[in-house]
């Protein structure tokens, strides 16, 4: 028996996540006797399916030849995901914070139907996450979505496996790479609109970076904490939001001569979900430079413990991914 995987989005991070799994399909066959298969992939306007399995590699090169992931026309992507077989759902179609966009039906679709579904889509989860939980838990589906927080680094199984047991206070971290970046090449003396133009020109920037530089990115990501480690039902009217657009130049030399570098920070708690531009005395964990994600969790037991990663980016992601669909595979043979 295999574990047959569906792929709503071929953009970066599906195919960065088909060139993981070819990777580490030997690993995989090592770990559980048994093969993770791509069966079908669709982008926005074209689909392919095969229930003997696709081959990944292909599936990225017919993507760099065609700018298509395959010969059917694509109309509806949840009913596509209807009208074939498969076990998981990996969604990673471009993400829409103000509707959940075509990745929330995707995701509609197959936890209703009892799939499995591994997404790093902020919009839905930000949006419609308690609705989603439900569903998954009504239909004795899983969700996972490690990558869509902190990219590579594993903030959310940190606090929801590694520190069972613990009570967490509150997490504070850096979400949003491009901010980061934009407010380290400040500190190098850089001007606002010149640094902005370079974390975009490295493609960390949403395709709108107004979502990055007016704080949503970031918010999207604490209603995610909040719900998933705190277990509040919010979403993203709940955050008290404010972005690093008014920092300027003197600002950040100010806080320099005293110091101290400007960090645009998420803060989740019971008593607070907010995003802000605050201070942070240089050397302190959150105080990381360029496009680096950090999150700080404050446990009653352990006291703070600091996590930085990558934020983003195509392989970077994809290891989220990977991880969820191993923790996913290893519960199969659990609960066999
Ligand atoms: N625009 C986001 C960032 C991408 O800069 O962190 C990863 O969510």
Redesign the pocket.
């Given at each position: 028996m295999s574990i047959d995987i569906a792929i709503a989005g071929f953009g970066t991070v599906g195919q960065g996540f088909a060139e993981m799994l070819a990777l580490r399909q030997g690993m995989i066959r090592e770990a559980f006797g048994t093969e993770a298969r791509i069966v079908a992939a669709f982008d926005s306007s074209s689909a392919i399916y095969s229930e003997e399995g696709l081959d990944p590699m292909a599936l990225v090169a017919a993507k760099a030849e065609t700018g298509r992931v395959g010969d059917e026309p694509l109309v509806d992507g949840a009913a596509f995901l209807e009208s074939i077989d498969y076990d998981v759902l990996v969604e990673v179609s471009p993400t829409d914070i103000v509707t959940g966009g075509a990745g929330l039906h995707h995701i509609r679709s197959a936890l209703g139907a009892g799939r499995h579904v591994i997404t790093v889509n902020?919009g839905p989860l930000a949006l419609a996450f308690a609705e989603l939980d439900t569903l998954a838990k009504e239909n004795g589906a899983q969700m996972r979505f490690e990558g869509s927080v902190g990219?590579a680094m594993p903030i959310i199984n940190l606090c929801r496996e590694s520190l069972m047991g613990q009570e967490i206070g509150s997490v504070m971290g850096i979400l949003?790479?491009?901010c980061n970046f934009i407010l380290s090449r400040m500190d190098d003396g850089l001007p606002f609109e010149q640094a902005l133009k370079e974390a975009q020109e490295l493609g960390?920037?949403?395709a709108d970076p107004g979502y990055?530089i007016n704080g949503v990115?970031t918010a999207c990501k604490v209603v995610i904490l909040a719900n998933s480690v705190f277990g509040i039902d919010c979403s993203y009217e709940d955050v008290d939001v404010t972005g690093i657009t008014a920092i300027s130049e003197e600002a950040v030399a100010m806080a320099a001569e005293q110091n101290y570098c400007i960090r645009l920070i998420g803060e989740i708690s019971p008593e607070r979900l907010e995003v802000s531009p605050r201070l942070v005395t240089k050397g302190h964990p959150l105080s990381v430079t360029g496009t680096l994600n950090v999150a700080q969790v404050n446990t009653d037991l352990a006291g703070p413990i600091s996590i930085s990663g990558r934020?983003?980016g195509r392989s970077e992601t994809a290891s989220a991914i990977l991880s969820d669909l191993l923790a996913m595979m290893r519960s199969f043979v659990n609960n066999k």
């Open positions: 902020k990219g949003n790479g491009t960390y920037a949403e990055d990115d934020g983003a």
